[in-house]
């Protein structure tokens, strides 16, 4: 009696669910989604997201998505429930349109607290924005004195003496590994804004330390995957006590992590007690500071403010959170760059002519006078064209920040291009694809800063070539440190051509990594530096 009324039961419940799975995986979304219409990419994208996985698993996604755009179109379906786009007016309905970022970015939390990059909803995002954004406007940094202040000593007490040092005869061989230094520079730019100088890094001279951090960053990248793309598959397999993200990644996430509270409680503290946090010097903790004032006046929406829980209840975490984003965000984004821009300018003494006799042009020019450079006029030297097309055609050429940045549409749709697009699908462009749009720049591939420079461009297409240049994204996620950085790329490049000449040494591995952030797959690049007679 009891196994007939057991298998009465059973039957029909294998049934429902075999049919509600045959529906949701199968018939759903190959026959019935709005985004049948859609290209495929590869046939088994409109059931499966295998096809997109194993490409970003094996690291080729943004070279293979670039092939199925030549062949398929500006909107392509990637997966079940994903679209990539590659088309500036799609870019501008997504990110322009204000769309959420995907739950991908949670991964970016820093000690289980969102920050700025992570935070996946518009209001919790500009809430924090609001907070920082002024002191990373382009006024505020062409202006900053702290920053002045900061610059000079980055440049005039580390950056130019060690320069000095390696053109000594038993130095002269190895040449210096770039990549690493570049990196260092960045840090120490960026840290000094967050937290003034005297707290901040000492990465251009303390090369023991820098060299162990940046080991410490580099290993453990790419050991994201599972945790972004499966959370689910790392969360059942973790409770089943199967670590798909490896135990010495998490122990290096959280020795970067602790390296980075110290700076920022230290910081805190200093704010707090009013010590060595002089406005307008070069200890001036410029970043933190605009934070706790944010956090301060944010306190009077009490429980209505969308960062109450974070913010306001654990303010030390919130500020960690946000200053380790930036100092991530900025050092080795900028390093690739100004590596990618010495190994185009060390090939060529005829580009470093080029640019030199514009740098030299500046009043006052950057050239070493007692041993120190004139580190001030900021505004002049955003306003040279050599130096900007220089910059602006690698950061387009090797885009630092260069993968799929994923949003989610809004519900219950929205239109894409031609196409009705449901609400919660994943749908991404990249600065990869997009800056190799032939008809925008022709021979893509080609280096070639002209294209910023030409009399077509400036009279006529310059709109197009700058309408679609995508390194800091666009829109309302769009990068919020792409002022500084430019401002600490034109510094330093001009500070190294106007005092000397480059040449490689050594660039095997140069070749850009195929990921959200590309690097050298080397992670080194030998220059020599030769003083200028
Ligand atoms: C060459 C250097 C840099 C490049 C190419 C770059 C590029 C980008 C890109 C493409 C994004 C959008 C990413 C996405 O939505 O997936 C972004 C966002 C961001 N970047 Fe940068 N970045 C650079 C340097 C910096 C620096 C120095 C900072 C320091 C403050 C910074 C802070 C941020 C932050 C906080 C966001 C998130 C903004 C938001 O969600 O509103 N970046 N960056």
């Known amino acids: 009696m009891s196994a007939i009324n057991a298998s009465e039961l059973y039957l029909p419940g294998i049934i429902a669910i075999f049919s509600a799975s045959l529906y949701y995986f199968l018939i759903q979304p190959a026959i019935l989604s709005p985004l049948v219409k859609v ?3 590869h046939w088994s994208c409109s059931i499966s997201p295998a096809w997109i996985l194993r490409a970003r698993f094996d690291g080729r996604e943004n070279r293979t998505l670039y092939e199925a755009h030549k062949q398929l179109g500006p909107i392509v379906r990637v997966g079940p429930n994903e679209l990539s786009i590659n088309n500036i007016e799609a870019v501008k309905t997504v990110y322009q349109g204000g769309f959420d970022k995907h739950q991908w970015y949670s991964v970016f939390d820093n000690f289980g607290v969102p920050c700025m990059f992570s935070s996946v909803q518009g209001k919790h995002h500009s809430a924090r924005k609001r907070i920082v954004s002024h002191v990373y406007s382009k006024s505020y940094i062409n202006t900053s004195a702290s920053l002045a202040a900061q610059s000079d000593v980055i440049l005039n007490s580390r950056l130019m003496p060690l320069l000095d040092s390696s053109t000594s005869e038993s130095q002269i061989p190895h040449g210096l590994d770039v990549h690493s230094l570049f990196c260092a520079v960045a840090m120490d730019f960026i840290s000094a804004y967050c937290f003034g100088i005297r707290r901040s890094t000492n990465f251009i001279q303390n090369k023991a330390y820098r060299e162990h951090w940046l080991k410490l960053y580099t290993t453990r990248k790419g050991y994201g995957f599972f945790a972004q793309e499966l959370p689910l598959l790392s969360k059942v397999a973790n409770y089943l006590g199967v670590n798909l993200t490896p135990d010495w990644v998490t122990a290096t996430n959280r020795e970067l992590e602790s390296w980075c509270k110290k700076l920022s409680d230290a910081t805190v503290t200093a704010l707090q007690k009013a010590e060595n946090v002089t406005p307008n010097t070069a200890d001036d903790p410029v970043v933190v500071r605009a934070i706790l004032s944010g956090f301060e006046k944010e306190k009077a929406n009490g429980p209505e403010s969308p960062i109450y829980s974070t913010a306001i209840l654990q303010p030390e975490l919130s500020v960690a959170s946000e200053v380790f984003d ?10 690739v760059a100004l590596t990618y821009l010495s190994h185009h300018l060390s090939q060529s003494l005829d580009l470093q002519r080029l640019l030199r006799t514009e740098l030299l042009s500046l009043k006052p020019n950057l050239s070493l006078q007692q041993g120190k450079i004139a580190t ?10 050599i130096l900007h097309a220089m910059i602006m055609e690698t950061v387009r050429r090797y885009a630092p920040a260069g993968g ?22 994943r749908v991404s462009a990249s600065a990869y694809n997009i800056h190799r749009d032939e008809n925008i720049y022709p021979d893509p591939e080609k280096w070639d800063h002209t294209r910023w420079l030409s009399a077509e461009a400036v009279d006529r297409s310059r709109k197009h070539v700058d309408k679609q240049f995508w390194g800091f994204s666009s829109g309302g996620r769009m990068c919020l440190g792409s002022n500084f950085v430019m401002h600490d790329m034109k510094l330093t490049i001009a500070a190294i051509y106007s005092n000397y000449t480059t040449h490689i040494v050594n660039d095997e591995g140069i070749e850009q990594t195929d990921a959200y952030t590309g690097h050298p797959k080397s992670n080194s690049l030998y220059i020599r530096f030769e003083k200028l007679a």
């Open 39 to 41: 290209p495929k990419a």
């Open 326 to 335: 930036h100092v991530l965000a900025g050092q080795e984004t900028t390093g």
């Open 376 to 385: 001030s006029d900021s505004k002049q030297l955003d306003n040279l064209p």
């Open 404 to 425: 799929p940045e994923p949003r989610v549409t809004p519900s219950p749709s929205c239109n894409i291009g031609p196409y009705e697009v449901p609400g919660g699908t």
